[in-house]
């Protein structure tokens, strides 16, 4: 599963020189494109419920997430402490190097909960997290 947090719904067109010119979907056709065995469901949400929801509901449906929660990756215990709950390899994902921003961006608490977190590769940090799932934690 590929959640996406706050502001995630504008990739692609919200500060293309920072984020990329990629819209969420068409990084998931890049995604479900890779050819493995896998088929990668989406979920975008403003909402820091609706996130921790999400991964909570991923317990025993999906093998695997790949998450960047947005802002909330700097402030969700919430979200951290839901990704420790439901015990399935997570990885999470900045599109920017967000030890390169503003300083209140170099606390990554949802980071903290995952296997492992990507940084700052960009749109290529997703297919990173994939394979790495796929080869190594699924």
Do not use: W
């Amino acid at each position: 599963m590929l959640i996406h947090g706050p502001n995630l719904n504008l990739l692609g067109t919200r500060e293309p020189e920072k984020y990329g010119n990629t819209s969420s979907e068409q990084l998931l056709e890049q995604l479900n494109a890779l050819g493995s065995d896998y088929t990668i469901d989406y979920f975008q949400s403003n909402s820091e419920a609706e996130l921790v929801d999400a991964i909570q509901q991923s317990k025993g449906v999906c093998q695997g997430i790949i998450i960047n929660p947005g802002a909330y990756s700097h402030t969700s215990i919430a979200i951290a402490d839901a990704i420790r709950s439901v015990a399935v390899p997570t990885i999470a994902v900045h599109i920017s190097n967000i030890y390169q921003r503003e300083s209140f961006r170099h606390a990554d608490l949802v980071g903290d909960a995952c296997n492992g977190a990507i940084v700052g590769l960009g749109i290529a940090g997703y297919k990173v997290a994939f394979a790495h799932l796929t080869e190594e934690l699924i």
